[in-house]
Structure formats: structure tokens, C-alpha cells
């Protein structure tokens, strides 16, 4: 390697965890102490893709669930060149959600098997970092209305953070919890800490794949 890879980052949670917010202050702190970061964020709406996802999202489209599961797999997919580019250049990635959102969200619908909605997601780049933002449902309700996108309702909510719960259960994963319920300085800090040992560990690894 001519020089030492990024760490692959992602932060994962429900909605109202914080994810936006952290994954902007933790760029901004790893850019001030000298190390290259850039933030990523799945759905990507800029692209073909992303866009027949965003309609989706916005209630402007009907798609079936099947189809898109995987447009949202593919929109990962079709970043994979460009992440891997990064990181070879030594380019850290925090990436606000990732294929857990995926295979977490799809199987909180009826009729969808968690180990079905993983595998369109299987040889991903795996992530050197997980950290889930855990906030419990009333604690989210006190940070204010749910937007107008599909699956932004409390009931659905429940059933993703549970699908969330069975896919920390995966040891091939390197998982962290951090309670998001502190401030948002709080917060920072624990994701910083994680990240910074997740950055000096990498360096010395190889890029896994996801779930294989
Ligand atoms: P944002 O509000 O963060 O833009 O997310 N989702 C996301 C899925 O259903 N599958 C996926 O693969 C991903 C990445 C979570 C938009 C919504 O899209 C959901 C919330
Ligand atoms: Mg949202």
C-alpha cells in the first residue's frame, strides 16, 4: 500500500438519534486533527437511482417492496468504485446509514425475512466501525414530530429499532452502542473516541466484505 488506507465509518439509529448531525461534527474533528474524512450518506438522492428512491420516500412514487429494497441496495452498489478509491487514497468515510438501514428497514415490512433482505448486501465493503445511536422511543418523541416521509411513524419506528437489535447480535461486526440520549457535545465525543481507534486499527487491515 503506498499509503494507509481510510477507516470505513457508519452511524446507524433511529430517527432522531442524531445520525446527521454527529456524522457532520465528526468530519469537521477529524479534519481539524489532520486526518482526511469525507461524509457519505445512503439513500444517495443525487443519483438515477437515488432519485426514483427520493420520489419513493417523498410518497410522490409507489414502488413495489421487493424492487425497492434493492434500488436501495443498488444505490450502494453503485457507490462501491468511488468508496474504495477514497480509501485506498486514505480518505476516512462516515457514512450516515448503510446496508443495516436497508436489510432493517425492509424486514420491519410484513412478509420480509431478515436473512432475504441482507443478501442483496452481501460483498459490500464492510464497515471498520458501527456505531449504533440508541434512543429509546419516548426519548425520541420529546425531540419533536415525525417528518411527512414514508416510514417516519412510531409504530414503524419499534419495529426497525427491534430489527436493528437482531442485526448487532452478528459478532462479524464491529458494533458499538452509544447512548444518544446525552448532549450533543457528549455524544461527539464517545463516537470520536471509537473512530479514532477504528482509524489507527484499519490502517494495519485489509477492507472486509459485508456478511460473508
Ligand atoms: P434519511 O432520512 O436518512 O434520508 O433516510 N432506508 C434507508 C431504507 O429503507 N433502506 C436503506 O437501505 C436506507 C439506506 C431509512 C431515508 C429513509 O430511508 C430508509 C429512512
Ligand atoms: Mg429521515
Not at 474504495?84 to 443495516?100: H, P
Not at 452481501?122 to 425531540?143: H, I, T, W, Y
Not at 416510514?151 to 462479524?172: C, G, W
Not at 458494533?175 to 446525552?182: E, H, L
Request: glycine letters at 6%; proline letters at 4%.
Amino acid at each position: 500500500m503506498a499509503c494507509k488506507r481510510g477507516a470505513l465509518i457508519v452511524l446507524e439509529g433511529v430517527d432522531k438519534a442524531g445520525k446527521t448531525t454527529q456524522c457532520k461534527k465528526l468530519v469537521q474533528a477529524l479534519q481539524q486533527c489532520g486526518r482526511p474524512a469525507e461524509m457519505m450518506r445512503f439513500p444517495d438522492r443525487s443519483t438515477t437511482i437515488g432519485q426514483l428512491i427520493s420520489a419513493y420516500l417523498e410518497k410522490k412514487s409507489e414502488l413495489e417492496d421487493h424492487t425497492v429494497h434493492l434500488l436501495f441496495s443498488a444505490n450502494r452498489w453503485e457507490m462501491v468504485p468511488s468508496m474504495k478509491k477514497k480509501l485506498e487514497q486514505g480518505i476516512t468515510l462516515v457514512v450516515d446509514r448503510y446496508a443495516f438501514s436497508g436489510a432493517a428497514f425492509t424486514s420491519a415490512k410484513p412478509g420480509f425475512c431478515l436473512d432475504w433482505c441482507m443478501k442483496p448486501d452481501v460483498g459490500l465493503p464492510k464497515p471498520d466501525l458501527v456505531m449504533f445511536l440508541q434512543l429509546s422511543p419516548s426519548e425520541a418523541a420529546l425531540r419533536g414530530q415525525f417528518g411527512e416521509e414514508r416510514y417516519e411513524t412510531s409504530v414503524f419506528q419499534r419495529a426497525v429499532q427491534q430489527k436493528f437489535e437482531q442485526l448487532m447480535k452478528d459478532p462479524s461486526v464491529n458494533w458499538q452502542v452509544i447512548d444518544a440520549s446525552q448532549n450533543i457535545e457528549g455524544v461527539h465525543n464517545n463516537i470520536m473516541d471509537h473512530s479514532l481507534n477504528a482509524i489507527n486499527t484499519a490502517q494495519n487491515q485489509l477492507l472486509g466484505e459485508l456478511w460473508k
